[in-house]
Structure formats: C-alpha cells, structure tokens
C-alpha cells in the first residue's frame, strides 16, 4: 500500500554528538557545481521517470526558492560523491526566509542506502553549524520513515503546531503510518514538540515554501 504523501515538521534544538560518524571510505563530499544542476533535481527520484515528471516542479523550486540568492546555492548545496565523483547523496542547510535554518533536500540514492553515507552527510552537515544556529528546522513526509528515524537519533523532534505557514501539519495523520512501519523501539523514541513563535511568524512571513 503507498504511504499517503502527508506534511510532517521537525526541529532540532540542539545537535546529539553521539548520533555523528564519519563518512565511509570512498566517498567524499564536495559542492554542487553549476553544471550538475539537473543532476540535483533528479537524485531526489529513484528513477528517471519519476524524476522527468517532477523536474517542472524541481525547476519552479529552484527559482522561487535559491535563484534570486545568487551564487549561494551552489555555494552551499552539498554531494556526497563515490570514487567516479559521480554525486550519489546531497543535503545543506538553508537559511529560509533569511531568518531560520532548514535542513533541505536530504537524499542519498537508494542503490548506496544501508551504508552509513546518509549518517555521514548529516554529520558533516550539522556540525558545520555554531551553537547559535540552531534550532534547525525541516519538512518531510511519512514515506521517508527511515530518514525520520535518523533525524531523531540527532536530536530532530516532530512539531505538533497545526499549521506551519501555509501548510498544514499532519502529524495525528502520520503517527499511526509510522508506527506501522517503524520498528516499535525507534517509533517510541520519537519526541513530538512545539515550535517557538518566531519560526511561525517567519514562516507565515511568504507564501513561497522555503523548506
């Protein structure tokens, strides 16, 4: 049965240290280059139909969104690369609204899943970050229970607010899909907590989705 595409918030107030590993061998992490902006809007769909449906969309994002900030993104937007440097994971901290940190675009391509690189890249992601950056704050959806699962073990908790700008929070939604698909020790883990008011005002700040 697919898992309904539903709206779920996280933020992390502060990092966990003890959830951090290195990244494996033969990999390393590099900016996005300029050239391999298609190769950023397809690595988040597991095939290249998926992805041709979704590039207008990928597209539209990445002007409303990074366009107007300049050299910044590919400044900031980070691959994970095998031994080829064939980018095969990205993510990066985005400061949405020019006023709150977000952690985008997470995904590591699913024929290196179960390695260790999705750990890596968030640790090499959040450390970069000062004591005063956080909280860090980021949307996802049920389906990606299993990335869930590793924000929590950084320290990430499920945000109970209802609404979160122009979107609505479907946490009482997804609770039961994740329970069913989580093992029951991590689904517990799970720490559900409300935003503070200057990251609902921020996001209420644009109708554009920053995150």
């Known amino acids: ?20 590993r ?12 300029k050239n391999e902006l298609d190769i950023w809007k397809d690595i988040h769909f597991d095939d290249p139909h998926t992805a041709a ?18 050299d910044l993104f590919y400044e900031t937007c980070l691959f994970v690369c095998n031994t080829e440097d064939e980018p095969i994971g990205t993510c990066f901290i985005w400061k949405a609204y020019n006023q709150v940190q977000t952690l985008h675009w997470f995904k590591v391509v699913k024929a290196y899943e179960g390695r ?13 970050l000062k004591k005063e950056d956080y909280p860090v704050y980021l949307h996802t959806q049920p389906s ?3 990335a869930i699962k ?5 320290g990430f908790c499920l945000l109970s607010d209802p609404v979160i700008g122009g979107r609505q929070n479907d946490l009482e939604a997804c609770l039961p899909i994740l329970e069913q698909h989580m093992p029951e020790e991590d689904f517990r883990k799970l720490q559900v907590c409300k935003a503070p008011q ?4 921020a996001v209420r700040s644009s109708e554009v989705h920053e995150f």
């Open 1 to 20: 049965m697919d898992i309904p595409d539903l709206n779920l918030f996280m933020m992390c107030a502060s990092f966990n240290t003890t959830a951090a």
């Open 22 to 33: 290195t990244m494996p061998p033969g990999f390393h992490i590099r900016t996005c280059r």
């Open 53 to 70: 449906q979704y590039r207008d969309f990928m597209t539209k994002y990445f002007e409303d969104v990074y366009a107007s900030k300049g």
């Open 116 to 128: 260790g690189i999705g750990r890596a890249l968030l640790s090499i992601v959040l450390q970069r």
């Open 144 to 146: 990606s229970f299993r």
């Open 150 to 154: 590793l924000y929590a073990d950084f």
């Open 198 to 201: 200057a990251f609902l005002d």
